[in-house]
């Protein structure tokens, strides 16, 4: 079975500052794991993922995740903060050979001038 | 690029109703995804299709049933409409590989009153 915990429903940041947003998952079999964002009343936008390989992944806007599998963690940073970068963030595991996506129950990050 | 349309933005229905929700993609994606998102809870799985007339419940079927009559195309049927289903409904798809993302639309926003 696979979970996502994202930890921190909010998170807010100073423009200019790190971002960091935490997401540590389970899973009994080797996951792939996704980072999403949901910008008001729109769908959600793939950021990142990792699959196999490399595990510092680079995805669009500047932001990146790590892999730890030591840590089944997957935390998403970005070292600059934006203002546009202000949406909800959404955390997804996949277990290899299944269908489902669980996906966690969101960070809003909130960046401030 | 992927997209995938869903047929109204914002919908009121009143209690009792017959409700559709439609969903179509045009990337030939063999999985297609219903999800209702509500604040804190993050997205929850109502019923996926992995194929045409295929269907899996999810974690919240109760009172949602699906139609996937073409592989383009996954509708969510509300047979009668209640006050708790009042949501953001969320369509997905995504090739059948573990390692591929889903794409999403852009949302309907169901008030039921």
Redesign the interface.
């Known amino acids: 079975a696979q979970s996502v915990t994202q930890l921190g429903?909010h998170v807010s940041v100073s423009e200019g500052a790190l971002v960091l947003l935490r997401c540590n998952y389970s899973s009994s079999v080797p996951p792939?794991l996704?980072w999403?964002v949901q910008y008001p009343?729109?769908?959600?936008?793939?950021l990142l993922?990792y699959?196999?390989g490399a595990t510092l992944v680079k995805g669009i806007n500047g932001f990146e995740a790590e892999f730890k599998k030591s840590e089944t963690s997957f935390h998403l940073t970005k070292p600059s903060a934006h203002m546009s970068d202000a949406a909800e963030y959404?955390c997804a595991v996949?277990?290899?050979?299944?269908?489902?996506?669980i996906?966690?129950?969101?960070t809003r990050l909130k960046v401030l001038a | 690029d992927v997209k995938v349309t869903q047929s109204s933005r914002y919908l009121v229905k009143r209690t009792g109703e017959k409700v559709f929700l439609e969903c179509v993609q045009d990337m030939d994606h063999e999985n297609m995804f219903w999800y209702r998102q509500d604040p804190g809870l993050g997205l929850r799985l109502i019923y996926f299709s992995y194929d045409v007339k295929m269907k899996e419940k999810g974690d919240i079927p109760e009172g949602y049933s699906v139609s996937r009559e073409k592989k383009e195309r996954f509708s969510l049927i509300l047979e009668s409409a209640s006050t708790n289903q009042t949501s953001m409904y969320l369509c997905a798809s995504s090739l059948r590989q573990s390692i591929y993302e889903q794409y999403f639309g852009p949302g309907t926003r169901l008030t039921v009153t």
């Open positions: 429903s792939y996704f999403y009343n729109q769908g959600l936008q793939l993922k699959t196999t959404f996949r277990g290899s050979g299944t269908y489902k996506y996906f966690g129950t969101g």
